[in-house]
Nanobody, 124 residues
Framework: QVQLVESGGGLVQAGGSLRLSCAAS????????MGWFRQAPGKEREFVAA????????QYADSVKGRFTISRDSAKNTVYLQMNSLKPEDTAVYYC?????????????????WGQGTQVTVSS
C-alpha cells in the first residue's frame, strides 16, 4: 500500500520557520508530482505548493509565495515544505499529496494519494 507519512509540524511563533517532511513508501514517486494542501478549521482545503517530477518546476499559492519553498529528494522518496516568515493565518493541518499518475500534476482530489496531515500552529 502507498503511504505518505508527514512530520515536522508543531507550534511556532509568528515570523518563525518550520520544515515539513513527507516520506513516501509503497511506490517510488520520482516520476510523480507531489505537493501540499492545508485546511484550517471551518475552511475548505486549499492548495499550498506543488513540485513536478523533475524538481525544477514548482508552483505556489499566492498566499505563501516568497515564504514557502517546496523541494524533493528523489533518492529518499521524500518531499519537503520549508516554511519561513510564518503568520497566524498559516495555522492549519497540512497534507502531503502525490499524484495518482506519473507525469501528471496533482489534482487535489480523491484520486491522489494523501498523507494523514500534520498540525501547524502559528502563534501571534
Amino acid at each position: 500500500q502507498v503511504q505518505l507519512v508527514e512530520s515536522g509540524g508543531g507550534l511556532v511563533q509568528a515570523g518563525g520557520s518550520l520544515r515539513l517532511s513527507c516520506a513516501a513508501s509503497g511506490r517510488t514517486f520520482s516520476r510523480y508530482a507531489m505537493g501540499w494542501f492545508r485546511q484550517a478549521p471551518g475552511k475548505e482545503r486549499e492548495f499550498v505548493a506543488a513540485i513536478r517530477w523533475s524538481a525544477s518546476s514548482t508552483q505556489y499559492a499566492d498566499s505563501v509565495k516568497g515564504r514557502f519553498t517546496i523541494s524533493r529528494d528523489s533518492a529518499k522518496n521524500t518531499v519537503y515544505l520549508q516554511m519561513n516568515s510564518l503568520k497566524p493565518e498559516d495555522t492549519a493541518v497540512y497534507y502531503c499529496v502525490a499524484a495518482s499518475t506519473y507525469y501528471r500534476d496533482i489534482a487535489g482530489d480523491e484520486d491522489d494519494y494523501w498523507g494523514q496531515g500534520t498540525q501547524v500552529t502559528v502563534s501571534s
